[in-house]
């Protein structure tokens, strides 16, 4: 069993900033990515960062320049770090992780999300 907790969450004024966390525990196997996605009232899902093991990047255009991704391997523990927020960031944000076991099967975990709401 694999879990994954977020924390970081919360309201914000427009051009604030937030940093979100998410730790995996459990019976982890080796972690190859790791991310965040998004998801707004009334529509899909969608990629925000990922970051792999050696610390190659993926941003979604729309938060390039804005969010930074990291990652403590030594922690199995993500960051997002989001800088110039606006309304249209406003979501229920997902720690995405992918891992592949000894024999070569891949999993992917989702925390249970996180609100991140963009108001004055």
């Known amino acids: 069993q694999v879990q994954l907790v977020e924390s970081g969450g919360g309201l914000v004024q427009p051009g604030g900033s937030l940093r979100l966390s998410c730790a995996a525990s459990g019976n982890i196997y080796p972690i190859t990515v790791m991310g965040w996605f998004r998801q707004a009232p009334g529509k899909e899902r969608e990629l925000v960062a990922q970051?792999?093991?050696?610390?190659?990047?993926n941003y979604a255009d729309s938060v390039k320049g804005r969010f930074t991704i990291s990652r403590d391997n030594a922690k199995n523990t993500v960051y997002v770090q989001m800088n110039s927020l606006n309304p249209e960031d406003t979501a229920v944000y997902y720690c995405?992780?992918?891992?592949?076991?000894?024999w070569g099967q891949g999993y992917n975990y989702w925390g249970q999300g996180t609100q991140v709401t963009v108001s004055s």
């Open positions: 995405d992780t992918q891992m592949v076991d000894p």
């Open positions: 970051v792999t093991t050696s610390g190659r990047t």
